[in-house]
């Protein structure tokens, strides 16, 4: 046993040793690997520089403009972003809604309530619909959910108390709207919050849950009072990861949204977002116009950046509150 | 009267019908259809210690959380036989697993204090849970189980502070403090002391021989010098030969590690193996 674990050791040895001389003399292939390190820093450098320079006119000349001005005319200017802007904030923050609110049960019965059978072939739905390309989720609200809302949903939203200041003029709409693209967002963004929502609620200790069972706790009040406290900074960290691939979906909003560049708060009227916005305007624009949607590729950029940011700090934290626990 | 004679009679005398806590009848615990442990038949004596050993594998555990239902959580956990709470079998379909479990408390083999609550909050969750909201209730329970749980006059002026600030030990006396705010009759500990230091170990015993008085203790134990010093009685389980568990042998602390009748329960508490 102990000569045994002794040769074991000098296993380990040689292989440090190996690894350590070959950094010593180095050969062919750690300069390929190098190489392909210092290529790969070239092309992102290259890649947000080149963004950002082509940008730098809209910055320079009418940087106010493209954030809060609104009204986008092509191919004179002025080029207002600020109704991009507020659909994104609009479509995504609703779609985080509805996300968290049918992933939070979702995640909850997976992990909890679900026999195991069943929870596998749940699971696996799920990271199976996160596969499926966004241009399908858009080619389906489009020809299936906007149809379907326009005719039987629109009429009993637009039947509410004060749904005129919520959803807008019924006689100004035709179908595709910010609700329409919110809800297909949500249910787009929806499988990635239960990915990551689903390993976080799993990974609450088990003693922590039977020590509130032994204190006469029923299962729910298990859940609300223990395992969701315990893992909400995990939870907000896949809820602001949703959040980001919301902000950043193109094909799906630019189908369903309607394409019209208005600050637009009636969630029944069209509206518009910073990507779909892009997606469809640069065939045609030239000069200022593609300094422009560049500057809104800016704007999506820093707003993506800083959720994905956020978003893994939140989930580190929570592995180290887990690690405490 | 002898004085061999007459603490062999008080030893009857705990464990007549009415002075028991607890009584398992032919108690087996089954996991799909695998047996985990079988044949546990003893009285759970009031206001004494019960400690249950024996070697990894013999299902001590296992048999503790059949007490309070725990096993209910697991999908084909089977308990069979009876286990009477005050004559009451607590696996009758009239019972409510919420309300036994208030009766029942456990403490676990690692400290588990809620990480997200303070310790105050740690200690009134049970009445929480159990829709107690007045405030001086809750502070008055939460004052009386910390002083039983001798934890008192350590935390008195950091109650509102995240209960992760405290030791280990402390944190197991929190844990005891919690399930002693609901007034329970029994208290299952599995390991209590199992991941602490000895100092913060002897303090937890001490604490369970002071609170024998009000509740009623089953402990399982890996450790026999801590069944002799602590308990009144003890159950004896092994494994056999199909890998289940099963009770050896059931008797006062002191018959067990001085004169057992099992020849096998001699050469475990004599360390000859286990």
Not at chain 1, 40 to 69: D, E, M
Not at chain 1, 188 to 216: C, H, K, N, Y
Not at chain 2, 78 to 106: A, F, N
Not at chain 2, 258 to 265: E, M, Q, V
């Amino acid at each position: 046993m102990i000569e045994e674990s002794i040769s074991d050791l000098e296993i380990h040895g040689q292989v440090v040793e190996e690894f350590g001389s070959s950094t010593t003399s180095r050969t062919w292939y750690h300069y390929l690997l190098l190489a392909a390190c210092v290529l790969f820093a070239a092309v992102s450098v290259g890649f947000v520089g080149s963004i950002f320079q082509k940008s730098l006119p809209t910055w320079l000349h009418h940087p106010a403009t493209i954030i809060t001005g609104s009204g986008w005319q092509s191919p004179t200017g002025p080029f207002g972003g600020l109704a991009m802007i507020v659909g994104t904030l609009e479509t995504s923050l609703i779609a985080l809604v509805i996300a968290v609110l049918i992933g939070l049960g979702t995640s909850i019965s997976i992990v909890f309530f679900l026999p195991r059978r069943l929870r596998n072939i749940v699971a696996t739905l799920v990271e199976l619909l996160a596969a499926v390309p966004s241009i399908v989720y858009g080619l389906w609200g489009f020809l299936v959910l906007a149809p379907w809302m326009y005719k039987s949903v629109d009429p009993w939203l637009n039947s509410w108390p004060f749904a005129h200041t919520l959803f807008g003029d019924p006689s100004q709409q035709y179908g595709p709207s910010l609700l329409l693209a919110a809800i297909v967002l949500g249910i787009m963004i929806l499988p990635t919050f239960v990915a990551i929502s689903r390993e976080v609620i799993a990974v609450v200790p088990q003693d922590l849950i039977e020590a509130s069972l032994s204190l006469g706790a029923t299962r729910w009040q298990v859940i609300r009072k223990v395992v969701l406290p315990t893992s909400r900074i995990g939870l907000f960290g896949a809820a602001f990861l949703a959040l980001a691939r919301a902000t950043g979906e193109t094909v799906a909003v630019a189908l369903i949204a309607g394409g019209v560049a208005k600050v637009q708060f009636h969630l029944l009227d069209p509206g518009t977002s910073i990507a779909s916005w892009i997606a469809t305007e640069f065939g045609e624009a030239q000069g200022n116009e593609i300094s422009a949607l560049m500057a809104l590729g800016v704007l999506l950029m820093l707003l993506s950046f800083s959720l994905s940011l956020v978003s893994r700090w939140l989930v580190s934290r929570q592995r180290k509150v887990m690690a405490q626990v | 009267m002898s004085e061999t004679q007459a603490t062999n009679q008080q030893a009857v005398i705990e464990r007549v019908p009415g002075h028991s806590a607890m009584q398992l009848k032919d108690v087996a615990v089954s996991f799909n259809g695998r047996v985990a442990v079988r044949d546990a038949t003893f009285d759970v004596a009031k206001n004494r210690v019960t400690s249950l050993i024996g070697p990894s594998g013999s299902g001590k555990t296992t048999l503790l959380r059949a007490l309070n239902r725990l096993h209910d959580l697991t999908p084909g956990a089977k308990v069979s036989g009876q286990i009477l709470l005050e004559g009451t079998d607590i696996y009758r379909g009239d019972v409510t697993v919420t309300e036994l479990r208030t009766r029942v408390g456990m403490v676990f083999q690692r400290p588990n204090p809620f990480p997200t609550m303070s310790i105050y909050d740690n200690v009134v969750s049970g009445l929480r849970f159990n829709g107690i909201k007045k405030k001086a209730l809750l502070d008055e329970a939460a004052e009386t189980s910390l002083r039983s749980a001798a934890l008192w006059d350590s935390v008195e002026t950091r109650l509102k502070v995240a209960a992760s600030n405290l030791s280990g030990g402390e944190q197991q006396r929190l844990c005891i403090a919690r399930a002693l705010a609901m007034d329970p009759e029994v208290l299952l500990m599995d390991e209590p002391t199992s991941a602490l230091d000895p100092i913060a170990t002897l303090k937890i015993e001490e604490l369970m021989t002071t609170l024998k008085e009000r509740v009623t203790i089953v402990i399982v134990t890996h450790n026999m010098q801590q069944a002799a010093r602590i308990s009144d009685d003890c159950a004896f389980l092994l494994m056999g030969e199909d890998r289940a568990g099963e009770l050896i042998e059931f008797d006062t602390t002191e018959k067990i590690f001085n004169n057992p009748n099992d020849p096998r329960t001699l050469d475990y508490t004599l360390g000859r193996f286990g």
